[in-house]
């Protein structure tokens, strides 16, 4: 089974920019669609940002205009660029994968973003 790992996590200041990545173990041109979702302490996990095999991309309203969702199928990667962070863009991000519409969700651990001054 593929495996995530996501990296680019840590600590910026309010209208500063991460980028995070998720490395997999495998292919990911065999998924269905891949996406970020965050979830700050004492809330729901949340979409972020899904990105089709196909190329469609999906936000969140509260990141419309800010992050941006890419991949490189040649470096088996996903990414979340994220420009104009707020505090309340405070949270660990976590990468996921379904391989079929409906399908099941594959999780990698997280990265923590912490916005802050």
């Known amino acids: 089974q593929v495996q995530f790992v996501e990296s680019g996590g840590g600590l910026v200041q309010p209208g500063g920019s991460l980028k995070l990545s998720c490395a997999a173990s495998g292919s990911i041109t065999r998924f269905y669609i891949m996406g970020w979702y965050r979830q700050a302490p004492g809330k729901q996990r949340e979409l972020v940002a899904t990105?089709?095999?196909?190329?469609?991309?999906n936000f969140a309203d509260s990141v419309k205009g800010r992050f941006t969702i890419s991949r490189n199928n040649a470096k088996n990667t996903l990414y979340l660029q994220m420009d104009a962070l707020k505090p309340e863009d405070t949270a660990d991000y976590y990468c996921?994968?379904?391989?079929?519409?409906?399908?099941?969700?594959?999780w990698g651990q997280g990265t923590q973003v912490t916005v802050s001054s």
């Open positions: 990105l089709t095999r196909g190329g469609s991309t």
């Open positions: 996921n994968a379904r391989l079929l519409p409906g399908g099941n969700d594959l």
